[in-house]
Structure formats: C-alpha cells, structure tokens
C-alpha cells in the first residue's frame, strides 16, 4: 500500500503542478467504534476500483483542481490501520478544501463496502 507520502510525491510530479498553491490529504482509519457507538475491533473492506477511476477522474475536472490520488487498502483491517488516502493538490482553498470533501465522501458513498467486527 502507498503511504501518503508517496501519493503526495506522485501529484508533485504532475507537469501541471505550477498551477497548485496547495496540496490537501486525508487518510481515513479505522476507528475503535462506529458511529452508533458499538465497539469495532476490525473492519472488512472491498473496493469498486472502478467506481474509484470515475470520481477521480471527475475530480479533476474540477475548477481549480491540479490532480488526485487515492488508494483504497482492502481486507481486514484493524483499528489504527489506514483504510483510504487520498491527496488533491488546488489552486486556492475556495475549490480544493470542497473537492476534497466531495471526493472523500463519494468513495464513501459509492466505493467502499464495509463489514464491522
């Protein structure tokens, strides 16, 4: 699995990144509870990399948008263990903190099937 620093290296290299003033991460965990306050000591993840493609890709069409990356672990994951990162590099916080928030949402929505243990 890629760290978050190599996914902020990879939109570092895009030719375009004169065009960015700032560059975005959020790396998702797996929580010791969820939301309705049950405690989880694992989580079973598989991921639509398909559907992860689309919403990248319409990430960058974006205004303002340099790049994005993202990375999905599946399997079973324990507390602590890193289950999505994602980084999207911007021209100003008005159109990346948004689409940062889009994206992660989206990839919650439509890519991430998730089971709690």
């Known amino acids: 699995m890629p760290t978050i620093h190599d996914l902020i290296e990879e939109v570092k290299s895009n030719p375009q990144i004169d065009r960015a003033g ?7 965990i797996v929580r010791g509870f969820s939301r309705d306050g049950k405690e989880v000591s694992k989580l079973r993840i598989k991921a639509d990399r398909e559907r992860l493609k689309e919403i990248l890709s319409e990430a960058r069409k974006k205004p303002g948008i340099v790049d994005v990356k993202a990375h ?32 992660v949402n989206e990839i919650k929505r439509s890519v991430l099937e998730k089971e709690e243990f």
């Open 22 to 28: 700032m560059i975005l991460c959020h790396n998702g």
């Open 72 to 103: 999905v672990n599946e399997g079973e994951l324990s507390v602590g263990d890193d289950v999505m990162l994602v980084v999207i590099a911007g021209d100003v916080r008005d159109n990346t903190f948004p689409a940062l928030q889009e994206v």
